[in-house]
């Protein structure tokens, strides 16, 4: 493998990384601001804590936005990157008819079609994130919420037709499977970003009983929709494996096995850490001042979901490798396209 190649497939990698990376926010992001977080601030003091719902809603405007240029970004770099390759097939320059090509393949069709996608969301989430999604007593007709999960999974489906799960038999247990499988991982995904990154700007500057009187029944919703979530994602992670892996022993002498073991390892990390909030530190922060070790259970769960989010955002960049190499396992579907980008098992 050149030294072109490698650089290659590293902005590869990192283009998916970032691409799933926001995708995953867009999608997951409605769903918990709708079972966790409204429900528990609709149970708080009003006036005493919009302030702290005013400083949530924003930063959640703010990761929103984000997303939008990350996976613009993202797209643009990984079109770019599929006609780089395309002219190296045809032994010329990255040209106009190198972009045509790509366009013409069902890769490129995908891609192009997020733009839309984006558009559509930007349309209808610009200023209004901050406005509506916790706003006192309701905010955003259903209609709302529906066109934004619609349009998001919408969004990360593109991933699961220009990847592995698109060239699967049989195809459509292939992408249903991988679909759902996505949408789970996002919600897990956005519940963790949420709880390590922008909950603590809602209680800026509270004293431990305060904050603990939101994160207590914040962790306690989170942790029975991350316990569903991943369930899912286990089941459909190992369907995906089953369609894609031929042999056991592919686990290790193939690059996409040895990459889908690394993935696994990350993710018993990541059920190690769950079962620890789950199981321990739940219903010590739950029960609050009466429990004496709620404050020490508090800052050990800031920790562990710091780490669980590190071990997310790896596996996000393991997926990003992953989708670029061959599977093992044959399939009676032709791909289309001279690189498949962008599904994960």
Do not use: C
Request: aromatic letters at 10%.
């Amino acid at each position: 493998m050149g030294f072109e190649q490698i650089l290659r497939d590293i902005a590869f990698t990192g283009a998916r990384f970032f691409a799933f990376s926001a995708h995953a926010f867009l999608f997951g992001a409605p769903v918990i601001i709708l079972i966790v977080l409204r429900p528990v601030f609709a149970k708080l003091d009003e006036e005493a804590w919009a302030e702290g719902r005013t400083a949530l809603a924003a930063r959640l405007e703010g990761v929103v936005q984000s997303a939008f240029v990350a996976s613009a970004v993202a797209t643009v770099v990984a079109i770019a990157l599929q006609a780089t390759i395309v002219a190296g097939l045809d032994e010329g320059d990255v040209t106009g008819p190198s972009f045509l090509s790509v366009f013409s393949a069902t890769f490129g069709q995908w891609h192009l079609f997020r733009f839309p996608l984006l558009a559509g969301l930007i349309v209808l989430l610009s200023g209004n994130v901050r406005r509506w999604t916790l706003r006192p007593g309701g905010g955003g007709a259903n209609a709302w919420w529906i066109g934004w999960m619609a349009l998001a999974l919408t969004l990360l489906a593109t991933s699961s037709f220009t990847g592995h799960a698109a060239v699967a038999s049989p195809r459509a247990l292939g992408l249903l499977n991988d679909i759902v499988h996505l949408a789970s991982a996002s919600i897990w995904f956005s519940g963790i970003v949420i709880l390590a990154v922008l909950l603590p700007d809602a209680w800026a500057g509270r004293g431990d009983l305060e904050r603990l009187s939101l994160l207590g029944p914040v962790v306690f919703r989170f942790s029975k929709v991350a316990l569903v979530s991943i369930a899912i994602v286990a089941v459909t992670g190992t369907i995906n494996s089953l369609l894609n892996v031929k042999t056991l022993g592919d686990m290790v002498s193939s690059a996409y096995g040895a990459s889908l073991s690394v993935k696994i390892f990350f993710f018993l990390g990541i059920l190690a850490l769950g079962a620890v909030n789950h199981f321990v530190l739940r219903d010590r922060i739950q029960k609050g001042t009466d429990d004496p070790r709620a404050g020490a259970a508090q800052r050990t769960f800031r920790m562990t979901i710091a780490i669980e989010l590190t071990i997310a955002l790896t596996i996000m960049g393991v997926t990003g490798w992953l989708t670029g190499q061959a599977k093992t396992r044959q399939s009676t579907v032709a791909p289309s396209d001279p690189v498949s980008s962008g599904s994960t098992p």
